[in-house]
């Protein structure tokens, strides 16, 4: 079943055409791979999808009717999380903390057992190699503060995950670690928009990779089936380029 699809998605800034005429499909259980060059309209997409920036033409359509996401809000609700690349968490605060922040549980007093339950049960979704919940982030490696942020963004239960560059500035380990968070995500049913520069890293986790280019599709490849050098060839535009599977 497909989630979440964009149709002919445009935004400008001023006389700067950031996205022109974008289309994107993600179905449940899939994982798709948004690649190009810098100032190939990766971030401006996730911005429209996070409720951030407001497409000026085109569709959204999440679970087969058209929506409009005019705010974070408004994504959080319809059922979009962003995990942004900075992951926005607070290092002298624990996990638990960082998990609720905003959204802590308890009508008049917190709730600890209840938040420190429901901190486990969202690491267990993600079989996540976090020791304690009760430690400050600081203490953590990249790799388990990603695993805390993709698990907070789980806390309202949405269709659709967006990474913004999961792995960035990770070592091999953590990077592994990440990469299994989102074959997880995967078996949960989730979409999963995954923005990256890592070649092998799309290739080893995503299903479908869209290729953007000055802020246009550039194919729609089989993650497993198309080599690394293709997959540069179309965002360099140094090739011809096949395009399958975007869906009108």
């Known amino acids: 079943m497909t989630t979440l699809q964009l149709r002919g998605i445009r935004k400008n800034f001023g006389a700067v055409a950031a996205l022109t005429d974008v289309d994107?499909?993600?179905?449940?259980?899939?994982?798709v791979a948004v690649v190009g060059d810098n100032g190939a309209g990766k971030s401006t997409l996730v911005k429209v999808l996070s409720g951030v920036h407001a497409p000026d033409?085109?569709?959204?359509?999440?679970?087969?009717?058209?929506?409009?996401?005019?705010?974070?809000?408004?994504?959080?609700?319809?059922g979009i999380a962003t995990v942004f690349q900075d992951l926005a968490l607070c290092e002298n605060?624990?996990?638990?903390?960082?998990?609720f922040l905003g959204q802590e549980l308890g009508p008049f007093r917190l709730d600890d057992?209840?938040?420190?339950v429901r901190s486990w049960e969202l690491l267990r979704q993600l079989s996540a190699k976090i020791p304690a919940v009760r430690l400050p982030v600081a203490a953590l490696s990249g790799g388990q503060r990603q695993t805390v942020a993709i698990a907070r963004s789980?806390?309202?239960?949405?269709?659709?995950?967006?990474?913004?560059?999961?792995?960035a500035a990770l070592g091999v380990a953590q990077t592994a670690e990440?990469?299994?968070l989102i074959d997880r995500l995967r078996e949960n049913g989730h979409g999963v928009i995954m923005i990256s520069h890592n070649m092998a890293d799309v290739r080893a986790?995503?299903?479908?990779?869209?290729?953007?280019r000055l802020g246009r599709n550039n194919?729609?490849?089989?993650?497993?089936?198309?080599?690394?050098?293709?997959?540069?060839?179309?965002?360099?535009?140094?090739?011809?380029?096949?395009?399958?599977?975007?869906?009108?």
């Open 178 to 180: 990440v990469l299994s």
């Open 154 to 167: 789980l806390l309202g239960d949405p269709k659709i995950i967006i990474l913004d560059e999961p792995t």
């Open 24 to 31: 994107l499909a993600v179905d449940a259980g899939q994982v």
């Open 57 to 78: 033409a085109g569709a959204i359509v999440f679970e087969g009717r058209e929506v409009s996401i005019p705010g974070p809000a408004a994504a959080h609700k319809l």
């Open 93 to 99: 605060l624990n996990v638990i903390e960082n998990l």
């Open 219 to 248: 194919g729609v490849f089989d993650a497993r089936s198309t080599s690394s050098e293709q997959l540069v060839a179309a965002i360099t535009g140094a090739g011809a380029v096949p395009t399958e599977g975007v869906r009108q």
């Open 205 to 212: 986790v995503a299903d479908q990779v869209v290729v953007l």
């Open 113 to 116: 057992v209840a938040m420190e």
